[in-house]
């Protein structure tokens, strides 16, 4: 048994939740990012909550995190029993009792005066009415409880700490976010805010390829998570991932309990020969695995902004010799929700959102919000800059428009069409042959004009480049030259 003592931004947490019960709040939700420690903040408040006498009950959102949160319990000594009459912990004459939502919504609430529930940006039906009647004491835990009423449910939020607050405190590893493809979601249906799910997942399937490549290129050999859009798109995903010689499980509804628990047994040996687990939406919440660098998201989200930053928190946990973490993402996801993800990982959480529609006016500021840059070298997506902060790329000059034979081309607004790139690539086949360039200069000069790589167009015979391409390809030689020398000075400054 270990001694419960809690860091002092979890002893202030405590403070502030005190306070706001004085206040006369009921309801409180506490947002704290993954890493935190919520579950030991919630063992101190039910150890505490034991030793006055009272009853607590800690409710989990799913039957398998039982057992791990269990086992934190019982690390500091918090005797307890599980609210489920086959479960060998059954021991209802306990005053502190650990319930899962799907268990006691089947059967009725326990009579506690404390309520912690687990997870709370996704309210059953049956917590949403143990919330409405006040009784005794909640708590909600969430790294992200911006999904929309539950300012219905809760009377006040506390942001116990920020993602950037953690980071600095070493807590959690700094990240950086890269988006090298995306699926074309255009004309996809959608169905309750999100995109149609097997749709979504056809749009995902030709870019499988790019998602390997990408793992392969830049983060080969290191632990990683992936998010698909469903089990259809995460077999494909591992399919492929294993024809390359990456070792991957599926960490899906379909695996069960007892499959997953032995999956995840093995993934978290430092030796293991699992790479990578392959989720749709299990792996979000309660996966706290440390050795972890990498994320690949390929599941588009429309609105769900909180899945995606539960996706990013699943990497960003502290562990020996782990520097940072990587997410690659290629569902489009970072360059939809830029700012509202920037200013979650700043600022946290300071209100809950009551179920009402926002005013026209706030709806037209948010459009207006300054689109990210994309580095065409790295794919580094970061805040407008004339400098790539990940590889030191130059941004040339805009030009809107280049007047050409006669006729007026827009340079960068618009991606290339097919035809287009087809041109491009012969072009390109041209300088080559004239300049002695290898096939991979070649393919890596093409992805940095058009943003993808040239497979589809290797057929392409050479055509003599217009005066255009010959100026493109001059300005991004300058561009490398530059970035270079920005290199070697950030390097003598150190």
């Not at 005794?136 to 835990?141: A, P």
């Not at 130059?394 to 827009?410: C, D, F, I």
């Not at 041209?430 to 057929?459: C, M, V």
Request: hydrophobic content about 35%; some cysteine; glycine content about 6%.
């Amino acid at each position: 048994m270990k001694k419960l003592e809690l860091r002092p931004r979890q002893d202030a947490l405590m403070e502030k939740l005190a306070e706001a019960f004085r206040k006369g709040h009921r309801n409180v939700m506490v947002c704290a990012p993954c890493g935190f420690g919520k579950t030991e903040c919630a063992t101190a408040m039910l150890l505490k909550t034991k030793e006055n006498g009272k009853r607590g009950a800690f409710v989990c959102d799913r039957l398998s995190l039982l057992s791990q949160t269990g086992e934190r319990f019982d690390r500091y000594g918090l005797d307890f029993g599980v609210m489920q009459s086959s479960h060998w912990r059954h021991r209802p004459q306990e005053k502190i009792q650990l319930c899962s939502i799907q268990t006691i919504n089947r059967r009725n609430w326990p009579d506690a005066e404390l309520y912690i529930h687990d997870e709370a940006h996704i309210l059953s039906s049956g917590a949403k009415q143990q919330l409405a009647k006040r009784k005794g004491f909640s708590v909600g835990l969430s790294a992200t409880p911006i999904t929309a009423g539950l300012g219905v449910y809760f009377d006040s939020i506390i942001t116990a700490a920020t993602t950037s607050e953690l980071i600095e405190d070493g807590a959690l590893v700094p990240y950086r976010i890269f988006a090298p493809s995306e699926p074309d979601m255009a004309g996809v249906a959608i169905k309750n805010g999100e995109w149609e799910e097997s749709e979504s997942a056809k749009r995902c399937m030709p870019i499988i390829g790019d998602v390997v490549q990408t793992y392969l290129q830049n983060v080969s050999g290191k632990k990683f998570v992936a998010f698909a859009v469903n089990v259809d798109h995460a077999q494909e995903l591992q399919r492929q991932f294993l024809s390359a010689g990456i070792i991957t499980e599926l960490y899906t509804y379909k695996q069960g309990d007892a499959e997953r628990e032995n999956t995840l047994k093995e993934f978290k040996k430092e030796d293991s020969y699992i790479r990578g687990l392959i989720s749709v939406e299990s792996l979000t919440r309660g996966f706290d695995q440390t050795d972890v660098e990498v994320m690949i998201c390929a599941r588009p989200l429309r609105k769900a902004l909180h899945v995606f930053i539960q996706m990013v928190g699943r990497v960003l946990r502290n562990s020996p010799n782990k520097e940072s973490a990587q997410i690659f993402d290629h569902a489009g996801n970072y360059l939809r929700f830029f700012e509202p993800f920037n200013n979650y990982m700043e600022n946290g959480v300071h209100e809950l959102d009551n179920g009402e529609k926002k005013e026209k006016e706030q709806v037209q500021k948010e459009a207006k919000e300054k689109p990210p840059a994309k580095c065409p070298k790295c794919f580094h997506v970061h805040k407008s800059s004339p400098i790539c902060p990940s590889c030191g790329f130059m941004y040339p000059p805009k030009q809107a428009v280049v007047h050409e034979a006669g006729e007026l081309k827009e340079i960068g607004a618009k991606p290339l069409k097919t035809a287009d790139k087809r041109q491009l690539y012969a072009e390109l086949k041209w300088i080559a042959q004239q300049r002695n360039w290898s096939e991979g200069a070649l393919a890596h000069k093409f992805r940095d004009i058009a943003g993808t790589w040239p497979n589809a167009y290797k057929d392409e015979p050479p055509c003599e480049a217009s005066q255009q391409t010959l100026n493109k390809v001059k300005s991004l030689n300058i561009a490398f030259a530059k970035s270079q020398k920005f290199k070697l000075i950030n390097i003598m400054a150190k």
